[in-house]
């Protein structure tokens, strides 16, 4: 069984920065890719990141690429989405996931946490 908790959302301004934390809490959590999903209410969740049990493969959706970083400490158990220059479309609820391989849709990973709301002002 793999508990993951979410935290480092809050409120932000336009072209800001946050660093996003999953902690997982099992041992095998360094052999589980790792994934990001955000979710508006009322809209579909949506991809952002991905990374591989090693960390050594990432992937990204295109509207985060070069703003957004995903990396992880195996170490801690936990997997990190550093975000910079934030636009107030950011703003949604962000998911952490846990999986057996880099997928992009979040009903294929088989853990998932409650989520932290990043907002972005305007």
């Known amino acids: 069984q793999v508990q993951l908790v979410e935290s480092g959302g809050g409120l932000v301004q336009a072209g800001g920065s946050l660093r996003l934390s999953c902690a997982g809490s099992v041992r095998t959590f360094s052999s589980n890719t790792m994934g990001w999903f955000r979710q508006v209410p009322g809209k579909e969740r949506e991809f952002v990141a991905a990374?591989?049990?090693?960390?050594?493969?990432?992937t990204y959706a295109d509207s985060m690429k070069g703003r957004f970083t995903i990396s992880r400490d195996n170490t801690k158990n936990t997997v990190y989405l550093q975000m910079n220059r934030l636009k107030p479309e950011d703003s949604a609820g962000y998911y952490c996931?846990?999986?057996?391989?880099?997928?992009?849709?979040?009903?294929?990973?088989?853990?998932r946490g409650q989520g932290t709301q990043v907002t972005v002002s305007a």
């Open positions: 996931a846990a999986g057996q391989a880099v997928y992009r849709d979040y009903n294929r990973y088989e853990y």
């Open positions: 990374i591989n049990w090693s960390g050594t493969v990432t």
